[in-house]
């Protein structure tokens, strides 16, 4: 009997029903402000002459971005439609998509003999699986990585549920979150005290962390952009 993939089923019955209003997608924020802030703090640590991969690229709005700034750049998820969007949209001679769930390491590892070692940005996608699958997802990240790839991971921390909570309590839930809920899809919240259990020492090097803001969409009534707190963190693999 086929198992049901509840992420490729509910991520893909988001992507396909956007109707890509500007707005709609809470995260999407304007690379300007996103990836920007992440593309300062990692470009020093990343060899340009490697690809880099953006792992769960959604739309491809930051993939995009990146591209202004490597040479090669493969946006990856687990959603055929948001694969499609960011075909349509954001594309750059020198960015490619295609599918790659982070829960299979055998297709990540097949990524990795076809490119060598990446680096890779992945913004947001990590607490959006159940902590019983970060332990594969980690593993599809050490094979991409290979042994000269960087990581750059931006996620909400630990600051982000008492955030969420005063902003609904005050405004309510702002739309683009709603959007989230009815695709059944169930958020949850990574610790950035946790990092070392998700990347243990023996295997992987933090060359810098700290706190950050996941810029959304989302313009407050104070006229003001909710900024998400959250944490980034810039590995790469223990050198033996
Ligand atoms: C919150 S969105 C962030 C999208 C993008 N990184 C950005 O910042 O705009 C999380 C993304 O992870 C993707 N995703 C969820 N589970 C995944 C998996 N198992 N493998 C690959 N991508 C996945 C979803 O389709 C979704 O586009």
Known sequence: METVNRYLTSWESF??????????????????????QDLVLFQSYADPQLPIIDLGCGNGTQ?????????????????PAAVEISRTKNAAPNISYRILDVLCPA??????????????????????????????????IERLLG??????????????????????????????????????????MLN????????????????????????TVHTLPTGEVAKVPAFYAILRRRQR
């Open 63 to 79: 993939t995009r971005f990146l591209g202004d700034h490597f040479a090669k750049v493969i946006g990856t998820e687990i959603s």
């Open 15 to 36: 992507w396909s029903s956007s109707t890509e209003t500007p707005g709609e997608i809470f995260w999407d924020a304007d690379p300007a402000h996103a990836a920007q």
């Open 192 to 215: 950035e005290n946790d990092l070392e259990v998700l990347f243990p020492p023996d295997r992987f090097t933090v060359l810098r962390t700290g706190k950050s803001r996941i810029h």
């Open 107 to 140: 297709d990540a590892q097949a990524l990795h003999d076809e490119i060598g070692d990446a680096n890779l940005y992945m913004r947001t996608v990590l607490h959006q699986l159940s902590p019983a699958d970060h332990a594969t997802a980690i593993q599809s």
């Open 147 to 188: 042994v000269k790839g960087v990581l750059y991971l931006i996620e909400l921390s630990s600051a982000a549920e008492p955030y969420f909570a005063q902003l609904i309590t005050q405004y309510g839930l702002p739309p683009g979150l709603a959007r989230v809920f009815q695709h059944e899809i169930t958020p949850g």
